[in-house]
């Protein structure tokens, strides 16, 4: 990028979905150390990042609509034209930016980008868009296009092909803001101060923010913490945990540690990242509750003594988050499941040697995949006999039936509480120590 070139949001945008697509850069991480964003106010940062969040989370369905538009594909040395075509088809299909402006802010981007010999293919093609846009949309399946192809394979064979597209439809909406309270008994008070809606499952969800979370009431009292409502659900399924030594082995930014201590047990927060294990003793510091830090590797953790309950939050590929990471389901591959399973394994084993017996271990993960979720438990409990299944009720989740498998585990969908803005993929099992 040219020096002062940083001070056009769509030249941002289009860096950064390079770096999200072609450098495989999480966009999470690619934003925060992003120099060109630090000279930008609060509102143009929040402008590139709604412009990157509109291509990303459409991208299969940008593309799909390129696709139909070229003769051939654009060629890899085009890179940079091909992102700023997908930024002007946002601003049409997804953003309602007026039609002449998107096409002339976005031709100019191909001469500040060096990519001067494209300006004619991208008017041309963002122009023909604007003219045969109805036809050409009617010939894209929409829901197929938002999900890569060996995604869509494995959630049809897993869930089917109505939920699969549930879940895709799910996948396109911005998630609301999810709170988790500290003191569950005070939801309707903040329920009425934030203008909220308490959820089956008693987190409470603001549909409009109106700016920044930490300006919202009661973060600088520290009454709630953000968490999805799928996330604050795993936690949950330790039930009565008040004066328990509970060990949270993947521990950070500290969701669901807060969860815990806030529920009175004694709390060993882990996590391999001493940077990360930060923000879980900030995080604790703000909401006023207290939890043990440790900066460890939970593979190879030795605790001093057995604890009477674990919550394993294994790393996963994270495909149940989509909403809120629009670049993850882009950034998987196929591969990624295959490696992750070998240390989910290793994380289950390690927690086992944890726990006392009677104690109680969740294993959860944010993916949708069957390989990360029950397929990991099922061996696990061939292959570790001290262990049993204890089924998740239906009571415990806030009365969402849905949300239980037949095994009787905890499996939330993208797709689930449609109507109220849906909820993150969460998978979590509920195992005992009875030997
Ligand atoms: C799934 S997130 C955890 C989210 C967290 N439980 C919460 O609710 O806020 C992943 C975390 O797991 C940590 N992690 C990954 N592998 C680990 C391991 N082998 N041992 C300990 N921590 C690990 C990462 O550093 C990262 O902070």
Same mark, same amino acid.
């Given at each position: 990028m040219k020096p002062g070139a940083a001070a056009n @949001?769509?030249? +941002?945008?289009?860096?950064?979905?390079?770096?999200?697509?072609? !450098?495989?850069?999480?966009?999470?991480?690619?934003?925060?150390?992003? @120099?060109?964003?630090? @000279?930008?106010? +609060?509102?143009?940062?929040?402008?590139?990042?709604?412009?990157?969040?509109?291509?990303?989370?459409?991208?299969?369905?940008?593309?799909?609509?390129? $696709?139909?538009? %070229?003769?051939?594909?654009?060629? @890899?040395?085009?890179?940079? =034209?091909?992102?700023?075509?997908?930024?002007?088809? =946002?601003q049409l299909l997804i953003l309602e930016t007026p039609p002449h402006a998107a096409v002339s802010a976005t031709v100019a981007l191909t001469v500040e980008l060096n990519m001067a010999h494209m300006t004619g293919f991208v008017n041309a093609l963002l122009r023909r868009f604007i003219d045969e846009h109805e036809t050409l949309l009617a010939s894209i399946d929409r829901a197929r296009a938002a999900v890569p192809a060996w995604l869509w394979k494995s959630w049809e064979a897993t869930y089917g092909l109505e939920t699969t597209q549930a879940i895709a439809a799910g996948l396109s909406g911005e998630a609301p803001l999810d709170l988790t309270l500290k003191d569950p008994a005070t939801a309707a008070e903040w329920a009425e101060k934030l203008g909220a809606e308490i959820l089956p499952t008693g987190s409470l969800r603001v549909q409009e923010t109106h700016g920044r979370v930490d300006a919202l009431l009661g973060f600088s009292q520290g009454v709630?913490? %953000?968490?999805? =409502?799928?996330?604050?659900?795993?936690?949950?399924?330790?039930?009565?945990?008040? !004066?328990?030594?509970?060990?949270?082995?993947?521990?950070?930014?500290?969701?669901?540690?807060?969860? +815990? &201590?806030? &529920?009175? $047990?004694?709390?060993? $927060?882990?996590?391999?990242?001493?940077?990360?294990?930060?923000? %879980?003793?900030?995080?604790?510091?703000? %909401?006023? +509750?207290?939890?043990?830090?440790?900066?460890?590797?939970a593979a190879f953790y030795r605790a001093p003594r057995p604890f009477d309950a674990v919550l394993l939050d294994a790393p996963c590929s994270a495909t149940g988050t989509a909403r809120r990471h629009p670049d993850v389901l882009w950034l998987k591959q196929p591969g990624d499941i295959d490696t992750l399973i070998i240390a989910q394994d290793r994380l289950l084993d390690a927690a086992a040697k944890m726990i006392s017996t009677g104690g109680t271990l969740v294993y959860c993960v944010c993916s949708l995949e069957p390989e990360e979720g029950p397929e990991r438990i099922a061996r696990f409990l061939a292959r570790d006999r001290r262990f049993i299944r204890v089924p998740v009720r239906a009571a415990e989740v806030g009365g969402m039936a849905e949300f239980i498998t037949p095994q009787g585990d905890l499996r939330t969908l993208p797709s689930h509480l449609a109507d109220k803005g849906g909820i993150d993929g969460f998978y979590a099992a509920r195992l005992r120590r009875v030997s």
């Open positions: @949001p769509r030249v +941002l945008a289009v860096d950064l979905i390079g770096q999200v697509l072609r !450098g495989r850069r999480p966009l999470d991480d690619a934003f925060a150390g992003h @120099p060109g964003l630090k @000279p930008l106010d +609060l509102r143009d940062r929040a402008f590139v990042r709604a412009l990157t969040a509109a291509v990303l989370r459409h991208l299969g369905l940008i593309d799909a609509v390129i $696709a139909k538009l %070229v003769r051939e594909p654009i060629k @890899p040395r085009d890179a940079v =034209a091909e992102d700023i075509l997908r930024l002007g088809l =946002a709630w913490w %953000v968490q999805d =409502a799928g996330a604050a659900l795993p936690a949950k399924l330790l039930g009565n945990i008040a !004066g328990q030594r509970v060990v949270d082995l993947c521990a950070a930014p500290g969701g669901k540690t807060m969860q +815990l &201590a806030a &529920a009175g $047990a004694k709390v060993t $927060a882990l996590d391999r990242s001493a940077q990360r294990l930060r923000r %879980v003793t900030e995080n604790l510091a703000r %909401v006023g +509750l207290t939890a043990e830090t440790v900066a460890d590797d």
